[in-house]
């Protein structure tokens, strides 16, 4: 009965502290949120990304109908213990076109804009410190990426819950849509062997 007794409270304990493990999210908008999703869920640390919509004012926007004001972003839950909010920055730049104004790759327009979210000042400070980085890398060019307040997230849901995981559900479409939008060529130009995928 001891060992029994033993065992139940070891189970216990267990399910308390994974509970209770730290966990952070973040918002990143990079583009077309099926790359940016496929590419934050091979960062270790990262235990979630969602694809959605955020920066707007519009309510529940969808992506066949109206989502104007939105960008295409992904939110990112990740332990800080295995991936601290900087890393994730450093990892966000090096998947970007930060010098685009346009939009990212292929797909240009305002939802296709990058930006990043903060959720607090530490956030921000680390974000600015992050984006200095890269312009210290790049003197001749100038950065666009903002660094934004973060506002409400919709999810993508629905009849468009599709998008959701769209790399792993329609692989072999995602990877001719990545071909053809030119985003790693753009990377590897860019960022050179610092390249994640």
């Not at 590419?39 to 969602?50: A, N």
């Not at 939110?75 to 295995?82: L, M, N, Q, R, V």
Request: glycine share 8%.
């Amino acid at each position: 009965m001891k060992n029994v007794l033993a065992l139940l409270i070891f189970a216990a304990c267990l399910l308390s502290y994974s509970s209770n493990a730290a966990v952070d999210k973040t918002i990143l908008a990079g583009g077309c949120f099926w790359c940016m999703e496929a590419d934050f869920e091979k960062l270790e640390g990262v235990t979630d990304v969602i694809s959605g919509f955020s920066g707007g004012a519009l309510k529940e926007p969808t992506y066949n109908g109206n989502h104007e004001g939105h960008f295409e972003v992904v939110e990112i839950t990740y332990d800080p213990e295995k991936v601290s909010y900087k890393e994730l920055l450093d990892y966000y730049w090096v998947n970007i076109d930060p010098f685009d104004a346009r939009g990212q790759f292929c797909d240009k327009g305002p939802s296709y804009l990058s930006a990043i979210f903060v959720g607090n000042e530490e956030e921000r400070k680390i974000a600015e410190q992050s984006k200095k980085e890269v312009e210290r890398k790049f003197p001749n060019r100038k950065v666009i990426t903002p660094i934004l307040n973060a506002s409400t997230m919709y999810p993508i849901k629905g009849d468009e819950s599709y998008h959701q995981d769209f790399y792993k559900k329609s692989s072999i479409r995602y990877k001719v849509y990545r071909w053809n939008c030119g985003r790693d060529r753009r990377l590897e130009e860019l960022w050179g062997d610092d390249v994640t995928h």
